[in-house]
Nanobody, 124 residues
Framework: QWQLVESGGGLVQPGGSLRLTCAAS????????IGWFRQAPGKEREGISC????????NTVDSVKGRFTISRDNAKNTVYLQMNSLKPEDTAIYYCAVSRDGRTSLTMGLYDHWGQGTQVTVSS
């Protein structure tokens, strides 16, 4: 059974940092594009960043570019999202997901396995 578990969320002050972890079990994520998405209260889920199976290509939205960095360790079956210079508008539930499509795309319809999410709250 394919399973993704996100961790690393929490409460952080503006300007702070968090590293989110997406751990896979039941399959090897080494073959797939992995994406990070977030959903803020009252808003639609949006794609943030994704990384190709080899880690050689990434796609990151402008709103977090330069602050968030996606990476992966296929040997550990894990993908990370390093979040720096956090802002209150980054407050959301963060999800990771698997795309078997092969493209480094943040189109949500391409992702067919999702984790349960981890809450990130940025507040003073």
């Amino acid at each position: 059974q394919w399973q993704l578990v996100e961790s690393g969320g929490g409460l952080v002050q503006p300007g702070g940092s968090l590293r989110l972890t997406c751990a896979a079990s039941g399959f090897s994520l080494a073959y797939y594009t992995i994406g990070w998405f977030r959903q803020a209260p009252g808003k639609e889920r949006e794609g943030i960043s994704c990384i190709s199976s080899s880690g050689g290509r990434t796609n990151t939205v402008d709103s977090v570019k330069g602050r968030f960095t996606i990476s992966r360790d296929n040997a550990k079956n894990t993908v990370y999202l390093q979040m720096n210079s956090l802002k209150p508008e980054d407050t959301a539930i963060y999800y990771c997901a698997v795309s078997r499509d092969g493209r480094t795309s943040l189109t949500m319809g391409l992702y067919d396995h999702w984790g349960q999410g981890t809450q990130v709250t940025v507040s003073s």
